[in-house]
């Protein structure tokens, strides 16, 4: 049994299809990524096993349990982390307390205990915050602990929102163009993270990427979509080579009667 | 007969909810800011139009102070645009919601200190004159509303639809940056939009100035007119019009018909059940957060 | 320059940044301990009368900043559950409650109700949100006149003596024992505040306030966060609510009306979004602009012979004061603090724009 199972899922937004029949397994321990052009559904995908859409049809199941009877905060607890496309961090809070943030789903203490921070709640608040400190070593964010999400870089704040999924100690983790605006190096650093949760940390990833580059190094497996329809799955040299993937990328290389080169 | 002037009556203070709730969408649609101080402009308006035209202030004759009043107010709107909230432009939209509320204190202020806190009447030239027909006695003031009111409706109309700046406004209440990339002069179309919101406040206040007293405070049933911008979901001109009528209805109807004390709450029972069963209004406007 | 070098978690996690900053507070401890034996020096207590009024308007003020400032749901409603906060006190002492226990069970009781009222509109953002408040309080207000074997309606109801085992405290009679009374509540609900913030919960309402949709991946349950929020707020209110018509005396309906949200609203904003301090600011504000009003009028007719006396000055210069604000110091009075005091710490290396916050330019930036 996979760690992720989805069978034939469609949603649609109104008249627009956006996954149409999609089916994918991720197993335990791989990184999986989602390749495509833009609008292809990859980010819907993740949407739905986020659980903040719901399908039309089409089931997903996490560890033989099926994940459509969740809402969105119940995925955590599942242990389901992710982070977004466009860094949805928390603003005007510092970088630790974004990632105490992460570690909302171990919360065990009760709203009455946090209000007069009774011994419970104080030895919880200890342990979130050596939890916390074991992410910040591991992404190497010492230096911006204390600082206010709005004065850092856009590849630090990257980092922090990966940072915060990882917090949560997640068994699969989604990543949602991790790599997107970062340079060189920023990527190749992502690469080697990416490859030390796999391997040191056992957690599973799923990723959406439009870098090939990193696609190839960190992944097992691939799957190309397009227009929301399944276009491929392999490794990444034969998703890339495939035929129906360089289509939909670069177009057929046919002249129609216009003029124009058919896409 | 009693039932039909009920209705008129009605539809009469529909038509000055229904103005004040489109200055307030005009701006919403356009801005995106709220503008808690509309029922206020539409208060300041009508005392501007008294300033000019009673004779205890300047005694003008009222046909040059009704369109003299209208200008002011759309100055006004204009230069608090352009001098007071340009510099909020980004910022939260509770800032501005706070701001406005400020403002409607301090035009509250102002104008009981130029023109006193004493309920004042507009003297016009039609004051107490009836049009009688089949045993109906319709005031004039009243007729003149919902006429005024039809007239501005469809003004509005073909301007936003059909003419180049209503749809240079269109762009700019929904992509700000991208209308400046083309070109759009965003800014000045805001202090324009806040000019023609004061101007239509200046109508709503002349003409509920006309048929009854106002003072300082009479700007605080633009609460009401909330409700009816919220019955059209905030983004629908035709829609805060008809809100105004229903609320403009609701109102004499309930004080006749219902149990004692319900018209008073009407408005706001209506606003409340709007926000939490059709936030989007009748006319549904939904938007999303796309991750 | 200050370096904090922290050589523990504890240190991360407690109340104190440093010592010398709990050395600072201490001190200010000391100082509002001590204010009444300035007043008990000079043998008259209506100042001191007018600090424990900003004191429960800061209350007050500490359960909106709760709403608004950290968990971002703007409320112009917040009188209504100060008023539900006295009737309920009032009601109960008359029932022959004892107020140690009548005092407290009023604050939960008009949290519980608040949050109940609340509900239907916790989906709600922003202006909607504000309207929907709006909108409740002015129905509010409605009740409490129908209401009237519990509120007196329109006639008013008078407020009950605290009797506290047998020691009587009154506003008028032993303004010391009121002003001591006033300033226990105050400090708890600041230290309950500051405890919240240091913890999941607190945390969990500024995710909700900076982007819900983050939160909601973090497994932050929306709605039972929201709830929490208003249940915390309106207790909160409603503890000042109780003090305000043991303050007054005497309550009608109108005593809570649409202006005291409003006010406590720009109050907040004024003293600073998003720090406990900006509540005690901001009411500091509110409780200053009368007196200085009366002393000017009382000025300007002595020294030069001019009356000026028209009603909504108050109002008029608060709004102003608060139109200055947001143009020019959005982060309020304490946010201007924390400027100055960072500028110092810092001092040479300030730079201008440490605290500029990122503007939002784009439609769907703004939409949660």
């Known amino acids: 049994m996979s760690l992720l199972e989805i069978k034939n899922v469609t949603l649609r937004f109104g008249g627009l299809v956006a996954v149409d029949n999609v089916s994918l397994n991720v197993e335990e321990g791989e990184v999986f990524a989602l390749v495509g052009p833009n609008g292809a559904g990859k980010s819907t995908i993740f949407n739905l096993i986020s659980r903040f859409y719901d399908p039309a049809s089409g089931s997903i199941h996490l560890d033989g349990h099926d994940l459509l009877k969740n809402s969105a905060d119940q995925v955590p607890s599942l242990r389901i982390a992710r982070t977004f496309q466009n860094i949805e961090l928390f603003e005007q809070a510092t970088v630790l307390q974004n990632l105490l943030v992460g570690r909302h789903r171990h919360r065990q203490t009760s709203m009455l205990s946090n209000i007069v921070f009774s011994p419970k709640t104080y030895r919880e608040e200890l342990h979130h915050r050596e939890a916390v400190e074991e992410v910040i070593e591991f992404l190497n964010l010492q230096q911006y602990r204390d600082k206010m999400i709005g004065g850092l870089p856009y590849g630090v704040r990257k980092v922090v929102e990966l940072g915060r999924a990882l917090a949560s100690e997640p068994k699969l983790l989604l990543l949602d163009e991790p790599a997107s605006g970062l340079s060189v190096e920023e990527t190749q650093d992502m690469a080697f993270w990416i490859e030390d ?8 990833v799923m990723m959406v990427e439009h870098d090939m580059g990193l696609v190839s190094a960190v992944s097992g ?39 124009t080169s058919r896409a | 007969m009693d039932f039909l002037q009920l209705i008129i ?4 203070n529909g038509c000055v909810y229904g103005l004040i709730a489109l200055g307030f969408v005009l701006i919403y649609k356009a801005t995106e800011a709220v503008n808690f101080a509309q029922g206020d402009f539409m208060m300041l308006g009508a005392f501007v139009c008294i300033g000019f035209t009673n004779h205890e202030y300047m005694g003008l004759s009222f046909w040059l102070a009704v369109p003299l009043s209208i200008l002011v107010m759309g100055i006004l709107g204009y230069l608090f645009n352009w001098g007071v909230l340009r510099h909020m432009f980004g910022q939260s939209q ?22 006193s806190h004493e309920p004042t009447s507009l003297e016009t030239p039609f004051a107490g004159q009836d049009i009688r027909s089949g045993g109906l006695v319709l005031g004039i003031d ?34 700000q940056l991208a209308a400046y990339y083309m070109g759009i002069p965003v800014r000045r179309i805001h202090s324009l939009v806040w000019g023609l919101s004061g101007m239509v406040a200046a109508v709503a206040g002349i003409l509920f100035a006309s048929k009854g007293a106002i003072d300082p405070s009479t700007g605080l049933l633009g609460i009401k007119a909330f409700a009816a911008a919220a019955i059209g979901g905030f983004g629908s001109l035709p829609g805060a019009l008809l809100g105004g009528l229903i609320i403009g209805l609701v109102e004499p109807l309930a004080s006749r018909y219902g149990p004692p004390g319900v018209s008073q709450i ?22 999303r957060k796309k991750v | 320059m200050r370096f904090v070098f922290k050589t523990s978690y504890d240190a991360d996690i407690s109340l104190f940044k440093h010592r010398a900053q709990a050395v600072w507070y201490g001190l200010l401890l000391l100082l509002v301990l001590a204010t009444p034996l300035y007043f008990v020096a000079i043998g008259d207590a209506y100042l001191l009368g007018e600090i424990t009024g900003i004191m429960i308007l800061a209350i007050a003020g500490m359960g909106l900043m709760l709403l608004t400032g950290h968990t971002g749901l703007p409320s112009l409603g917040h009188a209504t559950f100060m008023a539900l906060g006295c009737y309920l006190n009032i009601n109960f002492l008359g029932a022959g409650v004892p107020w140690i226990i009548a005092f407290p069970m009023a604050g939960l009781i008009a949290g519980v109700l608040g949050t109940m009222i609340a509900l239907p509109v916790l989906r709600l953002h922003g202006v909607y949100l504000a309207l929907a408040t709006l909108a409740m309080s002015m129905l509010t207000s409605d009740f409490v006149v129908i209401a009237e074997p519990w509120t007196g309606g329109i006639a008013g109801a008078a407020v009950p003596d605290i009797n506290i085992f047998g020691m009587e405290i009154n506003r008028y009679s032993t303004p010391y024992k009121f002003y001591y009374l006033v300033l226990s509540v105050a400090v708890l609900v600041v230290w309950f505040y500051r405890n919240l913030l240091r913890t999941p919960t607190g945390r969990s309402f500024t995710a909700v306030r900076d982007s819900e949709v983050s939160a909601r991946a973090m497994g932050i349950n929306l709605t039972q966060t929201k709830a929490m929020s208003f249940f915390l707020s309106a207790t909160a209110a409603g503890l000042a609510g109780a003090l305000f018509g043991h303050s007054a005396g005497y309550v009608t309906n109108e005593t809570f009306d649409l202006v005291m949200s409003i006010t406590l ?3 907040i904003v004024i003293g600073g979004l998003g720090f406990i301090h900006g509540a005690f600011f901001g009411a500091i504000v509110v409780g200053i602009i009368p007196v200085a009003i009366a002393n000017g009028r009382t000025f300007l007719a002595t020294a030069f012979d001019v009356n000026i006396n028209v009603p909504g000055l108050e109002s008029a210069l608060f709004a102003s004061i608060l139109i200055c604000f947001i143009l020019f110091e959005p982060m309020g009075l304490y946010g201007r603090w924390l400027k100055i005091r960072t500028y110092f710490e810092l001092f040479p290396f300030y730079r201008k724009d440490m605290f500029k916050r990122q503007k939002s330019y784009l439609k769907t930036d703004r939409v949660q």
């Open chain 2, 9 to 12: 009556s009605g539809l009469a």
């Open chain 1, 197 to 204: 949760i796999q391997t040191q940390m056992g957690i599973s």
């Open chain 2, 266 to 287: 009407a408005p706001y029972a209506i606003l409340l059940l709007i926000l939490i069963f059709r936030p989007g209004g009748i006319f549904s406007q939904t938007q």
């Open chain 1, 221 to 259: 497996r691939v799957m190309a979509l397009s227009d929301g329809k399944e276009l491929a799955t392999g490794t990444a040299a034969e998703v890339q080579s495939h035929p129906a993937v360089i289509q939909a990328y670069l177009g057929t290389g046919e002249i129609s009667k216009t003029g």
């Open chain 3, 265 to 267: 609203l720009l109050m």
């Open chain 2, 142 to 175: 009243e007729v003149l509303i919902v006429v005024v009111t039809a007239i501005l409706t469809l003004a509005f109309y073909i301007f936003f639809s059909r003419t180049r700046i209503g749809l240079a406004m269109q762009a700019a209440s929904q992509n």
């Open chain 2, 94 to 115: 509770t800032s501005i919601v706070i701001l406005t509320i400020a403002m409607g204190f301090i035009i509250r202020f102002i104008a009981g200190a130029i023109w």
